[in-house]
């Protein structure tokens, strides 16, 4: 029996593997977010870390509320996929092993029901990204600045996709029109643009997971989350917080 | 299709309940197993009948095969539940209760209702305590504006119910604060 091996293992960051707590202590490393991650350590430090699983968990239901792409958490999820193999190794061998007891069976049920339950969450969550990549493909092709977030294969996959679709309108529709209206990105006055954005005037719930820096809401007023807060607001006025694991959307 | 249409404007009860399923709950076991590691944390020993504690997901998975008794949260109980609701009707505000507890009891309802004291009662007093604040979210439309609305004390199951009304709402009201010129014109 080696799970309990492998997860101390794991625990202890395993050798020359980053430990996967890291990303908690010093969330994104981003430069103008490090004054506030330091400010609100002692919030932080009483509560128990966060397990790989439930950080995936946090970063599926953000995905799927968030109406722009949130960083990638390429590690974090390539750690779990690790994690999840072992197991279902681990799974494999005992089940074919005939001398396994009744005892052992139910443990060994419960831990392929657990991998089960961690596929579907990190599937969902791939596929969530997926869907706003093809979505917006064309935005991305465009923007520098999205493109850092994603992962190499979302990027090259978003570039092919606009590639393929701007082609295949071309092909259809686009070629036959007059050349004035033969373009996929021009922008006529009071028509809305032809490359999908993300709106991120898109109303949210955020839950504050720790005290937050106080954020302007569009109307001017200010507002400063204590931990536990929970308000529906427009997703730009929080971007920033849910990139800096300030807040988690609910 | 990378996301079914349904699973794009929000998430469904169902993956609710898989995420709170992820907590911890205290079980008798009836049988033994030795001390286990899950990608979610190592638990075990389980030793009856000492109390253990595992995630509700596996407790559900015992409790089904009767192979543990599941040891209720201090909240699902008729005398927490009766003061929060007399909370809930005579306060304007939300009581306090805990995030996921609508898809918990559920849960635990539908899987150990043997374990708990009085489930017809805790059913009922739920199911009122679901109504109090139903008609208070509804309320809370009326002081909705396009720039924040705080929701203390709101709980998962309960966003996600007025999350498609009210985004709409906030996103239309957005709209019109953004554009005045042309709905000013627009109402002539």
Known sequence: MDWDDEFDQLRHGGGSRPSMFDDDENPMGVGAGMGEVRMAEPYFEEEREETPLEQLTRHWMNERHAPDILPAREELLSNLLDHLRRQSEAVQLLRGDPSTSEEEHIRIMLVQTEIERVKFIVRSYVRTRLFKVEKFARHIAISDDIQKRLTAAERDHAIRHARITDQHFYLSVLQSLPEAQSHLDDTPIFVPPMVTEPDMSRPVFVHALRQCPPITLPDGASLEMKKGHISLVPYSTVATLVENEQVELI | ?188
């Open chain 2, 1 to 188: 299709m990378a996301l079914p249409q349904p699973l794009r404007v929000s998430v469904t009860p169902p993956e609710l309940e898989l995420v709170a399923c992820q907590q911890l709950i205290e079980i008798v076991p009836l049988i033994s197993m030795e001390k286990t590691a899950f990608i979610s944390g190592a638990y075990g020993p389980l030793r009856p009948p000492h109390k253990a504690k595992i995630p509700i997901w596996m407790a559900v998975n015992l409790k089904l095969k009767k192979k543990c008794h599941i040891v209720p949260p201090e909240w699902l109980s008729v005398d927490f539940l009766q003061s929060k609701l007399t909370l809930e009707t005579t306060q304007p505000a939300f009581s306090d209760l805990p995030f996921r507890f609508a898809e918990i009891s559920k849960v635990l309802l539908d899987v150990a209702s043997d374990d708990l004291d009085n489930p017809e009662k805790i059913r009922s007093l739920l199911k009122d305590l679901r109504e109090a604040r139903q008609a208070k979210s509804r309320d809370g439309l009326k002081q909705l504006d396009h720039s924040e609305l705080s929701l203390p004390n709101l709980c998962s199951m309960e966003i996600n119910e007025i999350r498609p009304v009210f985004i709409q709402a906030m996103s239309v009201l957005t709209r019109i604060v953004r554009n005045p010129i042309r709905t000013e014109t627009g109402g002539l």
